[in-house]
């Protein structure tokens, strides 16, 4: 038996701009994650069980737009290997739709599972680009964004076609994440986003633009442990997210009690409309907020410290605590 997993991811600024070659900044949530388990078998048909969704069936009756199905073929496909006499079983704690990157962990946990089954190595890069394949068959434009962060565990500022990039956190912070309990698929949000886009073009960009600004500002910030601006700077992202239409009366009902608790900032974080949002915490406002988030209807609230230890890949690492 051969088991993987991968971890959940945020971002913390720059959604939807980045399907139109903007920058954005993302970062791993190291406490929810998918977990994918190989078994050998043996029967010549691959049998998938997704057990958090009460189901089995053998990957030569998925349907062509089924997720497990299509990572396990692209993955064995570029391993040169048969997908056959093995079965798979795959269990995640990140809830659907939510802007957590659900679809990348699965995807890059069965990358990473596969491989190990067959004595290969893949490479986060390789895992990545897999995780990529699949989201394109299902999210039609995707950025790349949540299959990066996933596969190589460490926050990034990510411009689609670039190579990964990281930078120094000065200071640690942390985040809280606030789910509306509103599953609000990907595809729908960011398809809507593009009519609108075709529509008012030169205002999109215009919009884009700003948000492209508010993340290098982002980043800048964070790179001088300027850890109060960001806070401003995640208000103004969700004023355009609000501008570009992808923010709800829940995520703006959680974004206010987040500000009426204390939070120095808080946004939307993924495709919106549903999903997750964030809130800029502190020791001092950390339980005042999420406090006021479950009240005012948040069915789930975790909080995440991202920190830096010097600068590069290797001085990343994003903490939970609470
Ligand atoms: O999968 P989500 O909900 O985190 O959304 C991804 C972020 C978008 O910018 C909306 C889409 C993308 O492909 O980058």
């Known amino acids: ?32 994650r998918a977990t994918a388990t190989i078994t050998p078998t043996k029967d010549a048909r691959v049998w998938i069980d997704a057990s958090d969704i009460a189901r089995r069936y053998a990957l030569d009756d998925a349907a062509p737009e089924d ?14 290997v048969e997908p056959r006499n093995f079965s798979v079983h795959i269990h995640s704690t990140i809830p659907v ?12 946990a069965m990358a990473r599972a596969l491989a190990a089954h067959f004595n290969r190595t893949l490479s986060a890069v390789e895992a ?13 434009t995707p950025s790349g964004i949540d299959n990066t962060v ?21 200071r640690a912070f942390q985040i809280a994440i606030a789910d ?21 073009r030169a205002q999109y960009e215009a919009w884009f633009d700003e948000i492209g600004g508010i993340v290098d500002d982002a980043r800048a910030a964070i790179e001088r442990g300027e850890i109060s601006s960001l806070g401003s700077l995640m208000l103004k992202n969700q004023a355009l997210l609000q501008k570009i239409g992808v923010s709800s009366d829940e995520i703006e009902t959680l974004v206010d009690a987040a500000i009426g608790a204390g939070a120095e900032g808080a946004k939307l974080s993924g495709a919106g409309r549903g999903g997750n949002i964030i809130a800029l915490v502190s020791d001092e406002t950390r339980e005042e907020v999420v406090r006021a988030m479950k009240k005012a209807g948040a069915v789930r609230v975790m909080v995440t410290e991202i920190r830096g230890q010097g600068s590069g890949i290797r001085g990343w690492r994003s903490e939970v605590r609470g």
Do not use: D, N
Not at 97 to 108: E, N
Not at 128 to 140: I, R, T, Y
Not at 150 to 170: C, D, L, M, N, S
């Open 150 to 170: 996933v596969a190589f565990e460490q926050p990034v500022y990510f411009v689609k076609g670039k190579p990964i990039e990281t930078f120094r956190i000065a």
């Open 180 to 200: 509306t309990g509103i599953a609000a698929p990907t595809k729908i949000a960011v398809g809507a986003v593009r009519r609108a886009w075709e529509v008012r």
């Open 97 to 108: 739709a939510r802007g957590l990157g659900s679809g990348a962990a699965v995807s890059v």
């Open 128 to 140: 990545s680009a897999l995780a990529f394949e699949a989201e394109k068959l299902h999210h039609g």
């Open 1 to 32: 038996m051969t088991t993987a997993s991968a971890f959940g991811k945020i971002i913390l600024f720059g959604e939807h701009a980045v399907v139109y070659g903007r920058p954005a900044i993302a970062a791993p949530v190291t406490h929810v």
């Open 67 to 80: 997720p497990i199905a299509s990572i396990i073929r692209l993955t064995c496909a570029q391993l040169g």
